[in-house]
């Protein structure tokens, strides 16, 4: 299966590429890349990045920058980018490839009356909502319009992006904020390619911490999260994302579920 967006020479950025999706799209889109294209991995965990790194073609030029993208300035993130484009900088690709993926589930023990403390929506938004923002502004940056490359932007999204559960209040509203902040960034940016992709219930870690929570609090409704839908491999999920890029059947900010048709 081949994507137009991941053929010839392209820069291709993930976040959360250490474990789970991140990581599965780093493995599956890395062979699709034409020669002399760069990857550059971003999470937290140096050894989880290296681990995905030693998984992809050879014949790559693939880098890895461990970064708390919570705390990152847009400086930072921009001399991380940089550090690897090196002298050539953004014109020496056709395409520029960004999928916002690193995210966290947040507190699943509390209800939205109990979620008073502003510190803890304060480290929740960092991470969920203000990091992808403010890494994918540094990255338009970098490769603006006169760079003449193609972009685009992957928002890994959610259901819970537009379906309500009881006790998942960050994680919903955080992932409705991130979606919205992508529709807005496409609408101002036709000439971006912009993708908010809901992979479906997917056998990761944030999935096994919902159904431990599940389990425990006995709640219908968040129960339905991960019954009525099949739980998923990386893998297939990720398969379907790239189906998605090869049509292209969608409007630039859409939210395409994995189970839509």
């Given at each position: 299966?081949?994507?137009?967006?991941?053929?010839?020479?392209?820069?291709?950025?993930?976040?959360?590429?250490?474990?789970?999706?991140?990581?599965?799209?780093?493995?599956?889109?890395?062979?699709?890349?034409?020669?002399?294209?760069?990857?550059?991995?971003?999470?937290?965990?140096?050894?989880?990045?290296?681990?995905?790194?030693?998984?992809?073609?050879?014949?790559?030029?693939?880098?890895?920058?461990?970064?708390?993208?919570?705390?990152?300035?847009?400086?930072?993130?921009?001399?991380?980018?940089?550090?690897?484009?090196?002298?050539?900088?953004?014109?020496?690709?056709?395409?520029?490839?960004?999928?916002?993926?690193?995210?966290?589930?947040?507190?699943?023990?509390?209800?939205?009356?109990?979620?008073?403390?502003?510190?803890?929506?304060?480290?929740?938004?960092?991470?969920?909502?203000?990091?992808?923002?403010?890494?994918?502004?540094?990255?338009?940056?970098?490769?603006?319009?006169?760079?003449?490359?193609?972009?685009?932007?992957?928002?890994?999204?959610?259901?819970?992006?537009?379906?309500?559960?009881?006790?998942?209040?960050?994680?919903?509203?955080?992932?409705?904020?991130?979606?919205?902040?992508?529709?807005?960034?496409?609408?101002?940016?036709?000439?971006?390619?912009v993708l908010n992709y809901s992979p479906g219930p997917v056998d990761t870690d944030m999935l096994h911490a919902v159904h431990t929570y599940t389990s425990e609090a006995q709640d219908e409704d968040t129960k339905n999260l991960v019954k009525n839908r099949p739980v998923l491999t990386t893998e297939q999920t990720v398969i379907r994302l790239l189906e998605v890029l090869k049509l292209?059947?969608?409007?630039?900010?859409?939210?395409?579920?994995?189970?839509?048709?």
């Amino acid at each position: 299966m081949s994507a137009a967006y991941l053929s010839g020479k392209v820069f291709l950025l993930i976040t959360g590429a250490s474990q789970g999706i991140g990581r599965q799209i780093a493995q599956s889109f890395a062979p699709l890349l034409g020669n002399d294209s760069l990857v550059l991995l971003i999470a937290r965990n140096a050894r989880g990045l290296q681990e995905t790194a030693d998984k992809l073609p050879r014949g790559l030029s693939v880098h890895t920058a461990s970064v708390d993208l919570s705390t990152a300035t847009a400086h930072e993130l921009k001399d991380v980018i940089n550090k690897v484009l090196g002298a050539a900088g953004a014109m020496q690709f056709e395409k520029a490839i960004v999928v916002h993926n690193a995210a966290s589930i947040g507190d699943l023990t509390k209800s939205t009356v109990a979620m008073t403390d502003f510190n803890i929506w304060q480290e929740y938004y960092d991470l969920n909502v203000f990091s992808p923002a403010v890494l994918n502004g540094v990255f338009m940056e970098i490769f603006n319009d006169y760079s003449k490359v193609l972009r685009l932007v992957i928002n890994i999204s959610s259901y819970s992006a537009v379906q309500p559960y009881k006790f998942m209040g960050y994680y919903c509203s955080g992932k409705a904020a991130r979606e919205m902040f992508f529709k807005v960034f496409a609408v101002e940016n036709p000439n971006v390619n912009v993708l908010n992709y809901s992979p479906g219930p997917v056998d990761t870690d944030m999935l096994h911490a919902v159904h431990t929570y599940t389990s425990e609090a006995q709640d219908e409704d968040t129960k339905n999260l991960v019954k009525n839908r099949p739980v998923l491999t990386t893998e297939q999920t990720v398969i379907r994302l790239l189906e998605v890029l090869k049509l292209q059947k969608y409007k630039s900010g859409s939210h395409i579920d994995y189970y839509n048709n």
